[in-house]
């Protein structure tokens, strides 16, 4: 069976991208106004000046990830009969999971605070609590000085994606599932079939 596989869209990076733009450049305008003020500062002023650097930094940040999407393959989801597999970033190694080891999945929807829009995830729960455990510096820092238990979900994100609805990349997956499922009932029940062919 043929895999399907899921991209991120040129069209949305681009828009992303020229709004990012222009929340810069206004960002830098405040600051270049900031900066036009008389010497002796007061320290409010000076804190509002850092704080709006702090979120040039930020902007220009995302700003760099937008562009590393837009100049990738785009390829983000792959799913297959056997499983999917998943890269969260262009430079990152694709993330393999069998349909076996999935428990259930279900697209989760984050609504978006006033006039921001909806954000859609996908959640994977999987059976061993230690399949997404990796050896991170942040994840290491984590369990060193928290409390906090591994997690066996995994979040999907579906955003920029070359889809129409967020919905279609939960059925694209479902689908495969189903089809794993119906494998596996046909393999462990070979005499069902054989009697039926007769």
Not at 31 to 60: D, K, N, R
Request: with cysteine; net charge positive; proline share 4%.
């Amino acid at each position: 069976m043929e895999e399907t596989i899921i991209k991120w869209s040129s069209k949305k990076i681009i828009l992303s991208l020229l709004l990012y733009l222009l929340e810069l450049a206004l960002l830098i305008w405040i600051l270049s106004f900031l900066l036009s003020y008389p010497e002796e500062t007061p320290m409010g002023l000076v804190a509002l000046i850092l704080f709006v650097g702090f979120l040039i930094i930020v902007v220009s940040l995302i700003l760099y990830q937008r562009l590393r999407l837009l100049f990738s393959d785009k390829e983000y989801l792959k799913c297959t009969a056997q499983g999917f597999s998943y890269k969260p970033y262009p430079k990152r190694d694709w993330q393999f999971y069998s349909w076996g080891q999935v428990e259930k999945f279900s697209l989760m929807k984050i609504k978006g605070r006033r006039n921001a829009n909806d954000f859609y995830t996908i959640d994977v729960h999987f059976y061993d609590t230690n399949l997404l455990n990796n050896n991170s510096l942040w994840r290491r820092l984590r369990s060193r000085f928290s409390n906090v238990k591994h997690s066996s979900v995994l979040k999907i994100p579906i955003y920029l994606l070359d889809v129409g609805l967020p919905r279609r990349v939960f059925e694209t997956m479902a689908y495969y599932e189903r089809e794993w499922r119906i494998e596996q009932n046909r393999m462990g029940n070979p005499s069902s079939t054989t009697k039926k062919k007769i």
